[in-house]
């Protein structure tokens, strides 16, 4: 049987949704949707850009809010299966004086459950970006194993291959994040590391010699994020550095996650590196200033005013 081909799509995260808890107050939680590639696919889709999901959800609950999430948003559905033997990820946030506090009901999930066979060339057809994380390699053996399938298919098909470091001291050691990293980033085309994640992988806060380390094993491209200070773009010819956006913190959750998609979007409708890292600096800042993951994501119309308003702040300064 003839594959049916897929949509087109400019980005297609590979990864694990969940389904969040958030203990706001004393007797009161709020039920939301989290998971860092989900969080990516969503704000790619808000930035204006194509987007879709590959993973597997069980046959539960939350995995029909994760699906209705996914219809809302408009994000391409058609490469998740329902699992009836493995649940769908669950995780709870406590906030309280020493900020928020995660806990996760992830072992055994059905995303985490994903075996490189499942992936197969035909769901990488028409992609333009497949977007992965360190997260999707630390959850489990298998995952860790599909995100390399995943990388080698999209690659093969003609798509690039991003991927943020995302690093979880709490699902695995930073010896092991570190052979995994070794053996996909020269499949990587973009990655994008933060500067607590660099410092944590190689020992290092030199923003030079980070960026130099990445490209050391052939990726094209190094977007290195630096939370308030901005982000660097670093190819092998040039590091450029881009200026933050003022921003009133309120909460962090998802901003990494926003800044990727925000890039990606943009980046596949441009070209443009440079101008989709600040794009990307002006989704971030705007995320931080609402608590919760999703309901933090800016749309496109949010995000160039933010750019406007900026500029204005620089001319008036200047």
Same mark, same amino acid.
């Given at each position: 049987m003839t594959p049916t081909p897929c949509a087109p799509l400019d980005l297609l995260c590979f990864g694990e949704p969940m389904f969040e808890f958030s203990w706001l107050q004393k007797d009161m939680i709020r039920p939301g949707i989290g998971g860092d590639v989900s969080n990516t696919a969503v704000a790619a889709r808000r930035a204006g850009a194509s987007a879709g999901m590959l993973t597997h959800l069980g046959s539960d609950n939350f995995g029909d809010h994760i699906l209705q999430l996914y219809a809302d948003e408009d994000i391409d559905a058609s490469r998740i299966l329902r699992k009836d033997d493995a649940p769908t990820g669950l995780y709870f946030i406590d906030y309280g004086p020493a900020g928020h506090q995660f806990s996760y009901r992830r072992a055994g999930s059905a995303a985490s459950r994903v075996p490189p066979a499942d992936l197969t060339p035909d769901m990488f057809d028409q992609v333009g970006v497949l977007h992965l994380s360190g997260i999707t390699q630390a959850i489990s053996d298998s995952s860790c194993a599909a995100s390399i399938r995943a990388a080698e298919l999209a690659r093969k098909a003609g798509a690039k291959v991003a991927f943020d470091t995302n690093l979880r001291l709490n699902?695995?050691?930073?010896?092991?994040?570190?052979?995994?990293?070794?053996?996909?980033?020269? @499949?990587?085309?973009?990655? %994008?590391?933060?500067?607590?994640? #660099?410092?944590?992988?190689?020992?290092?806060?030199? $923003?030079?010699? /980070?960026?130099?380390?990445?490209?050391?094993?052939?990726?094209?491209?190094?977007?290195?994020?630096?939370?308030?200070?901005?982000?660097?773009?670093?190819?092998?010819?040039?590091?450029?550095?881009?200026?933050?956006?003022?921003?009133?913190?309120?909460?962090?959750?998802?901003?990494?996650?926003?800044?990727?998609?925000?890039?990606?979007?943009?980046?596949?409708?441009?070209?443009?590196? @440079?101008?989709?890292?600040? %794009?990307?600096?002006?989704?971030? #800042?705007?995320?931080?200033?609402?608590?919760?993951? $999703?309901?933090? /994501?800016?749309?496109?119309?949010?995000?160039?005013?933010?750019?406007?308003?900026?500029?204005?702040?620089?001319?008036?300064?200047?």
């Open positions: 699902l695995w050691s930073g010896e092991q994040a570190r052979a995994a990293l070794e053996t996909i980033l020269p @499949l990587v085309d973009i990655v %994008f590391p933060s500067i607590e994640d #660099s410092e944590a992988l190689f020992g290092t806060s030199d $923003v030079s010699e /980070i960026c130099d380390r990445f490209l050391s094993f052939g990726v094209g491209m190094v977007v290195l994020t630096l939370a308030e200070k901005g982000a660097i773009v670093a190819t092998p010819d040039s590091h450029d550095v881009i200026a933050a956006f003022p921003a009133q913190l309120r909460d962090a959750t998802g901003a990494g996650d926003t800044f990727d998609g925000a890039f990606l979007a943009e980046y596949c409708q441009t070209g443009d590196a @440079l101008y989709a890292a600040r %794009f990307a600096c002006a989704a971030a #800042s705007l995320s931080v200033e609402t608590v919760g993951a $999703v309901a933090s /994501i800016p749309k496109r119309d949010s995000i160039l005013a933010r750019m406007q308003q900026g500029h204005m702040q620089q001319g008036e300064a200047g």
